[in-house]
């Protein structure tokens, strides 16, 4: 039986990609209960970039916005993203804040949880995995961080998911968050991942630079399990393929997903009024073409915006080619990071002070803890010399960086307790964790509100 799951990311990935994740939960109401009869192999509704979002821009709490989408969808398995020890924020935590958020998510509504880890370091992601199977509840799949690069070959990417398939996880998913694997080497990758592993394997791409349909065809020939598609307002471009698109691409052939496509377009009708009410409400310059050249240098869509708008506001946006330029040599002497959140910001940042000021003249906190370990394992080598100049003769950590962290959440419920919420839930305990910053100005808000 060969017929294609399909995942639905349009309340997660599809507008994190194309509206910034603005899109806010009364958006997502009127057509949950629909979407649950569609036979989607699961919603990517959480986790990612939403949880800070709910706060920070939206006024929203992200652990209500995840209980109430349960209450309405009832057949179709829930899923989140998940940084692995960074769980959904830019550092390290505690494991005893990784196994509570794990716990806190799944009762409150998770059923699949997608772990990774920027560097594809597995022992960055040992704790989220055994949490989330210490709960017998949910599914856990592991995913690993597809990258170009001189180290980067089909045996390596296989060797990390037999990695992960030792450590138990319940599926496998390649993901793509640049849109960099092409055609046949998705072929090649997926033909050879399913002769090693026996776990099923989910593709999740982007069409940053063209390839996305085509590079979900080859993967489909070659007996991919899943694919990550988006309801077209919110697909496409820096996001996934049009879930309408791949259901009527495979149509009838050995390959259908048995998606009744009629079921689909009054989705399509209610996600196009949401996409015009984000770009009206937030002023959002949402990306409408491709960018092939991103292969080249590797850089996720949205960072490349950012990147432009920064140079910019130093006024130096004529040096955006150079700094493009120069992305690999830091990548190269950072030992070959994928790109990802939060490497990629850190190369990015690397490679513009370089342009700027003259090469390495300044090096960042975050370029340091990369070169000492801090992050994780990087998949390449770092030269001594370039490790010299970074940190002198400090020693380098060869060990899960989580084992030097201590226990945060008892510390983090007296603090909030201090700030006038002695009462806080342990959903709110790990909101302020996470984004303190953020969280306590919430809390404040709703509170007030509720008075």
Same mark, same amino acid.
Not at 377 to 393: A, H, L, W, Y
């Given at each position: ?35 649950? &009869? ?47 020890? @960074? ?32 560097? @594809? ?41 037999? =990695? ?30 399913? #002769? ?5 394997? &989910? ?17 489909? =020939? ?32 050995? /390959? ?40 080249? /240098? ?10 432009? @708008? ?43 002070? @370089? ?5 390495? #003249?300044?090096?960042?906190? &975050? ?85």
């Amino acid at each position: 039986m060969a017929r294609v799951k399909i995942t639905e990311t349009v309340l997660r990935d599809g507008h994190q990609s194309i509206a910034a994740t603005r899109m806010r939960l009364n958006q997502m109401l009127p057509v949950l209960e629909a979407m649950d &009869e569609i036979g989607y192999n699961a919603l990517e509704c959480w986790g990612g970039a939403t949880f800070d979002t709910c706060m920070r821009f939206l006024g929203e709490d992200p652990w209500e916005r995840l209980r109430t989408i349960k209450k309405y969808v009832k057949k179709t398995p829930l899923q989140m993203l998940f940084r692995g020890q @960074n769980i959904l924020g830019y550092r390290h935590y505690a494991d005893d804040v990784v196994y509570e958020f794990v716990n806190r998510a799944v009762d409150n509504g998770i059923d699949i949880i997608r772990v990774f880890d920027a560097l @594809n370091d597995p022992r960055n992601m040992e704790a989220a995995i055994k949490a989330a199977k210490d709960t017998k509840a949910v599914h856990v799949q592991g995913a690993i961080v597809y990258t170009i690069s001189p180290i980067h070959t089909m045996e390596s990417f296989t060797k990390g998911a037999m =990695e992960l398939q030792d450590m138990g996880v319940d599926s496998l998913c390649i993901k793509d968050m640049s849109g960099l694997l092409a055609p046949y080497d998705a072929y090649n990758l997926i033909r050879m991942l399913k #002769k090693h592993v026996s776990v099923p394997i &989910e593709l999740h791409t982007h069409c940053t630079c063209g390839f996305g349909e085509m590079t979900y065809m080859k993967a489909i =020939e070659a007996g991919v399990d899943i694919i990550d598609t988006a309801l077209s307002p919110f697909g496409e471009v820096t996001s996934q393929p049009a879930t309408e698109t791949l259901v009527m691409a495979l149509q009838g052939s050995i /390959y259908d997903t048995d998606i009744d496509i009629e079921r689909l377009w009054p989705l399509t009708e209610h996600f196009k009024q949401v996409r015009k009410e984000l770009a009206d409400e937030f002023k959002l310059t949402m990306p409408s073409q491709i960018n092939p050249a991103v292969r080249k /240098y590797q850089i996720p869509g949205g960072m490349l915006t950012n990147l432009y @708008n920064q140079l910019k506001g130093q006024g130096s946006e004529d040096r955006f080619d150079d700094v493009l330029a120069e992305m690999p040599n830091v990548r190269r002497d950072l030992g070959y990071p994928p790109l990802v959140t939060p490497t990629s910001q850190i190369t990015g940042s690397a490679a513009a002070l @370089n342009v700027l000021y003259g090469r390495y #003249k300044i090096i960042t906190n &975050e370029v340091r803890d990369i070169v000492r370990g801090k992050y994780g394992r990087v998949p390449g080598t770092i030269s001594d010399e370039f490790r010299k100049m970074c940190i002198g003769d400090e020693p380098v950590i060869d060990y899960r960086p989580a084992d030097d962290l201590e226990p945060e959440l008892e510390k983090a419920r007296k603090t909030l307790a201090d700030e006038g919420f002695p009462n806080a839930s342990a959903e709110d305990v790990l909101s302020f964790t996470l984004f303190p910053e953020v969280a306590l100005p919430f809390f404040r808000t709703r509170k007030e509100a509720t008075l």
